[in-house]
C-alpha cells in the first residue's frame, strides 16, 4: 500500500473511498473462507482462542471469527465517508488502513498455518 501522503497528493477521497471499498471486499471473501477454517477446526477441538485480535491493536471488536472484525471496518469505512472536514478524513483513513493491513497480513498467516 501507498504511504497515505502519496494518496493524498494523486487520489480524491472518491478514489481512496473506492480502493477501500474494493479492499474491504477481499478481506470480507478471505474472511468467509477462515471462519468457514475455524468452525472445522473447532469441531475437531483444535480452534480454542477467545479472539483473533487482542487488545493491543487498533480493532475494539473482540472475537474468534474474522466477519465481526470486517463489520468494524465496514462501520469505520461508513464513518470517514461521512467525515465533514480532511482532518477527520485523514484521521479515519490512518486507523482504517491499519486495520485493513492488519486483517491482511493476520489471514494470510492464518491460510499459512492451515497449510503448515
Known sequence: MLP?????????HEQIL???KENIQLVY????DADH??????????A?????FGDSTPFTTRSN??????????ADLLAVQQASDDKSFEQGLATLVKKIELMFSTLGAFKTNLKA
Open 29 to 32: 471473501r478471505q474472511s468467509v
Open 4 to 12: 497515505l501522503l502519496t494518496w493524498r497528493i494523486i487520489m480524491t
Open 37 to 46: 477454517s475455524i468452525e472445522a477446526l473447532r469441531k475437531d477441538d483444535k
Open 48 to 52: 480454542k482462542f477467545s479472539a483473533i
Open 65 to 74: 471469527l474474522f466477519l465481526p472484525y470486517v463489520e468494524e471496518l465496514a
Open 18 to 20: 473506492l480502493r477501500l
